[in-house]
Every structure is written in C-alpha cells, then in structure tokens.
C-alpha cells in the first residue's frame, strides 16, 4: 500500500503544479493583482483591434476611453494596465534582468496594481502634456534586489532590436515598494506609466492594454463599462478564477492534458501496486474466507481499502502540488521568469481528490479480480 | 473460565450427553479428485484422488481424530466439512445440511455460524490485535463492535491471554498464537470445531496445553482434528485411519482413542 500511497502522491502532486501553471497562463499573474473595484477585459469571441496570441486579447483604445470612464458619476478613477516583460539594468552594470513591466495610469489617490502602490508614480497630468516619457518607475522588492537599485537610481532599458520608431527608455526609480501579501511577493515587478509602456512596446497608436481597472460604484461601473467597452466583459472584484481555464485555449489544452495524462498514469500506478499488494495478501484473504466472510464482503474489503490508500495519497499530492507550485514560483522568479508561472488555489484539493478517486475507480477492477481468484484453499495449506 | 463458554452455548455436560447420538457431520460415499481437467478443457493435468467413497459421521460431544501419511485426504475432509470445498460426489451433511447442494454464498455463511477452523500455522491476520483477530467472524454476523470486543476478551481471557488482548500476532509465542486461533474458531459458537495438525508448530509441553484446551472446549461439540501426532490423537474419543483417500479404520470396530501409529 505503501507504494500506491507514493505513486498516487507524486502523480496528482504533478497534476496539481501543471494545473497551477495553465491557471496563471489563463489568470495573467502578477499583473492582475490589484484592488480595481471592477475589471474590463477583452471579450474572447469579440473581433478587436487587438493583438491575439499567446498573451491574449487585448483592449484597444484604452486612454481615451478610460478617460471617458473617468467623467463618469460613480466611477473615482479609471486605469488601462498593460503587462510586458522587458530587461532592464542599472546604468553601467551592463547586467540585463527580466522585469515584469506593469503599465498603470495613477491618480492622486494611493492605489494598488500589481502588488504595488501607485502613488509612488505621482500624479497622471504631470509630464504627460509635451508628448515625453515620464520616466518614473516604481520596483517591488525582488525587483530592486535583482537590479541592486535603489530609490533615485537610474536604470536603462536595452534592447539590441530597438530602431529609430521605438524610442529607448530610460528611467529613474521614484520607489521601491514591499509587494502585498497576495501570493506575488516574490515576483519581479514594476509599475511605469501606461503611455510610457505603451511608446516602448509600440502599442501607443492603438493605445492597447491587457485591461482597464476601474475603481469606484460597481454598479455604475458595470453599465458604464458595458457601454463604453461593448466588445468587452466587466468583471467585478478579481480573483484568481479557476473557470478562467475555460477562456484561454492554451490553459484549458494544458490542464486537460494534464488531467487525462494524469489520469491514465495514476490509474495505471494504482491497478499495478494495489494488485500486486492483494497478490502478497491472499492468505488474509484466505483467512477471511475461512472465517466466513463472505465474497462479497472480501472484494469489499480490498475496494475500500484500495480507495482509502488513493484518497491518503492524494491527500499528500495536494500537499505536494501546493509545495510544488510554491517552488516552482520561487524557481522562476529566481531564474528566467518574471512573475508568477504557476498559481494555487482551494479547489484544487476537492480536484485532486476527485481525479484520484476517478483514477481509483478505473483501477480497482484488477484487484478485484485477483482478490477474487484467491483460493482459501491453496493459501491455508501453503 | 472455560465452563463461561460452556454455559454461554446453553448446554450442559448432561445436556451434551442427550445429544450425544445427533450426527453433526456425516459424508457419505464422498468421492473428491484434484485437477483432472487443465484450463480451456484441456485435459494435461493429472487427476489425484484425495477421497474415495468416504463414509464417515461424528456426533455432538464426539471428539474425532484424522490420522494417516500425508496425502491420505485428512485435510480434504476437514474442508469438506466447513465447506470450503464441495467433494466431486458424494453427501457432506452438516447438522443435517447438505453442503453438496448450497451455494457457496450459503455455505460460507454456514461455516461462519455453525464451524470453527483451527489451522496448523494459526493464520492470524497480523495487523490485527489478538482481540480483534478473536471478532473477525462476529463481524459479518452483524454484532455490535462493543459487543464483539465484549466476547472476544471474554474468549481470550478463557483461553488464558486476557493480558494479550492487545497484542498483535507477531507479539505472540506460537503456544498464544494458538491460543487466540482457537479463540477465534469459537468466537461464533460453532456446532463444529475443526482442527488441522494444531499442535504441528507447538513444542511438546505448548501443545499439550493446546490440546488441552480444545479437549475441553470442544467437550459439547462435533471436533474433528487431523494429525500425524500420537499425543494429539490419544487426546480424542475416536481415530479414524486413513490411506490413499480411503478409511481403512473408521475407530468403531476395534479399539478407539489409540493411534495405529
């Protein structure tokens, strides 16, 4: 039983971290972390001026409409958000990290977007009016650690692609931010001017973002919203949504590869070790018929048997999923990734257990037959 | 202790004696051969006849002992008679049940009240505490779990290891391990009591307090045990002899309770 225990728990720990993983693919990570009252996002069957591939869909004309937004009764301040990652270096280090750059329109109120406060940006009206970048950047933490910047620093952003239309950018650290405590504390993140990420990722012209946060009554941002975005969703308090999974194809392929994968190899695991476990346990078997337990009440006894070890080592797979997860994150965000690669969340333990069952359940018929081929007879006279 | 058990069943040792003469097992012309036919009809294997037209019958409050070589269908027999399997042909009646015609839903639920098995090597299930090993068979019967832990340290503490009550089997001498087997064979109250060489993994003086206590626990009931061992065979009411699946002497015509060997 031992070995269906370990096998069931690596298999749906595994399941667990590639489900994580489609889930930040599909929920859009760091990024998304944010106190928005409501959310504007691309609608996945509208036709949009918008680029559409493995980042999704995208809003466009999000400044001006934003603004429109923002004339509204009911609504305190709209933002369109754009996430790209880019590198950036402090000047002369001539060592390039992987940032997660979030693009955020600020107002006078402190606000959160990515797990940082925007009031460290300043207000939107200044330096915007002539057309130049505002050049303020706020860092998280592990950001700032990664650069080895601080407030007041400097830092460029280098690109061996960049022409004459896309202008460099370069600017100045006006903090370094303690991220929130939502599960991105680690993630590489920085807040910049919407128009300035916009001009250097050369979505300025169609004005693009991933979405618009709105702050303010959110049922006047939900008729609002509908009417000025029409070829979009307004959501209301975002979190990280499992059904998510269902909007992103890439996510759902990734999850129910996962879970048929899954499936089959915990399945496969489970008939292999609970058979061979029933096979090094006929005699009990034997025993059980001698004192008059009837078949039925044997075959029972190895079905129940067999699920509960399941149940157990999927229990130990969540724990492991979620370890996982929490690795993985911490892997990444140490190494190539900026944000979070992979995301947890409750449901995943009722999943895991499910799946596990189903998996048992698929399973339990070659037990079953070995347990009832068991002659009484050949085990008490061995 | 032992006569707890006694009264438990209700009878008596004057009451035994009016029932004395109830056949509780008899087979009649029972014939069973092993193999003869290889899977998918074939017929590769060789058939061996464990019992020929074997004839036998063993009364309430008679202790009966099996005694002949190995291979002479001593154990053959004592499955018969609990039913774990049904002869080729022939009649096994257990208190006047033919085996032969239940099903074998029917039969397990027969030995599960009416026979307690005693096996050589004791097949205790060794996860399992002495006391639960004892409330295996009240298991399937229904009981209450107070109830069942209630006779079971009552019979343990009638076979002496009231302070095992807890202990797992792997805990246990051979001597207690026998102990809590026997237990366990009386757990249900059975008419019948069989007994498998329980003396075979036993050291002299272990197996004499083992036989004993199946003597005495077995004084109002149908007991048939089968053994190569002298001393286990004198303990018995009757030696039926046996040779090549035949009974060469069933222990009526001559003189009883002594091992031809």
């Known amino acids: ?382 | 202790m032992i006569h707890r058990i006694l009264r438990a069943r209700g009878t008596s040792r004057s009451s035994t004696d009016e029932v004395a003469s109830q056949a509780a097992v008899r087979l009649e012309d029972v014939t069973h051969e092993y193999g003869g036919r290889g899977r998918f009809g074939s017929s590769r294997e060789r058939s061996v006849t464990a019992l020929e037209e074997v004839t036998l019958t063993v009364d309430t409050g008679e202790i009966v002992g099996l005694q002949g070589p190995s291979g002479s269908g001593k154990s053959t027999i004592l499955h018969a008679v609990s039913g774990l399997l049904v002869p080729t042909s022939g009649r096994v009646e257990l208190l006047n049940t033919d085996l032969s015609e239940r099903s074998d839903r029917e039969r397990t639920r027969l030995r599960r009240t009416h026979v307690g098995i005693v096996f050589q090597r004791f097949h205790l299930l060794p996860s399992l505490s002495a006391r639960a090993n004892v409330a295996l068979p009240l298991v399937q019967a229904g009981i209450p779990k107070p109830a069942r832990r209630k006779r079971a340290s009552e019979l343990l503490e009638s076979v002496g290891l009231a302070d095992r009550t807890t202990h797992l089997p792997g805990e246990l001498s051979g001597g207690e391990r026998q102990r809590v087997a026997i237990a366990r064979a009386l757990a249900s109250d059975p008419d019948v009591l069989v007994a498998d060489e329980p003396t075979g993994e036993l050291d002299t003086e272990t197996g004499r307090s083992v036989l004993e206590l199946l003597t005495t626990v077995g004084r109002n009931r149908a007991v048939l045990v089968a053994s190569h061992d002298s001393e286990t065979l004198a303990v018995t009411d009757r030696v039926v002899s046996l040779a090549d699946g035949r009974i060469i002497d069933d222990g009526r015509s001559g003189r009883s309770n002594t091992p031809s060997s």
């Open chain 1, 1 to 382: 039983m031992a070995a269906t225990l370990v096998t069931v728990a690596v298999t749906v720990g595994l399941l667990l971290v590639v489900t994580g993983i489609a889930l930040a693919l599909a929920d859009g990570g760091a990024a998304t972390n944010d106190d928005g009252d409501a959310h504007i996002v691309p609608d996945e069957q509208a036709s949009l001026s918008a680029v559409d591939g493995v980042e999704g869909t995208r809003l466009g004309e999000t400044n001006d409409r934003a603004e429109e937004l923002r004339a509204h009764e009911g609504v305190d301040h709209a933002s369109p958000i754009l996430a790209e990652p880019g590198h950036l270096e402090a000047v002369g280090s001539g060592e390039p990290q992987t940032v997660l750059l979030v693009g955020v329109l600020p107002d006078e109120e402190p606000r959160t977007v990515a797990g940082l406060s925007t009031s460290s940006l300043g207000d939107t009206e200044a330096g915007s009016e002539d057309g130049q970048p505002h050049g303020e950047i706020v860092l998280s933490e592990a950001t700032a650690d990664r650069l080895e910047a601080s407030e007041g620093d400097e830092l460029s952003v280098p690109d061996p692609e960049a022409t004459a239309n896309v202008p460099s950018l370069s600017v100045t650290v006006t903090a370094v931010e303690e991220a929130d405590s939502d599960g991105d504390t680690d993630a590489p993140v920085a807040l910049v001017y919407v128009t300035d990420l916009q001009s250097f990722s050369g979505a300025e012209n169609d004005q693009l973002a991933d979405r618009v946060t709105v702050w303010g009554d959110e049922e006047a941002i939900s008729a609002i919203g509908a009417e000025t975005f029409p070829e979009a969703t307004v959501e209301s308090q975002r979190t990280t949504d499992p059904r998510a999974l269902f909007d992103d194809g890439l996510a759902l392929a990734a999850s129910v590869l996962a879970l048929l994968v899954g499936l089959v190899i915990c399945s496969s695991f489970i008939a292999t070790t609970a058979g061979m476990s029933v096979n090094d346990d006929r005699r009990s078997l034997a025993v059980l018929e001698s004192v008059g337990i009837p078949r039925r009440g044997r075959l029972t006894v190895v079905a129940v048997s067999t699920l509960a070890t399941t149940v157990v080592g999927a229990i130990l797979g969540v724990a492991l999923g979620f370890a996982g997860i929490y690795g993985l994150d911490i892997a990444a965000s140490a190494t190539v990734a900026p944000g979070t690669v992979a995301v947890a969340h409750p449901v995943f333990a009722p999943y895991a257990v499910g799946v596990a069952l189903l998996a048992g359940l698929i399973a339990i018929p070659y037990p079953l037959a070995i347990a009832a081929r068991t002659s009484a007879l050949e085990e008490v006279n061995r």
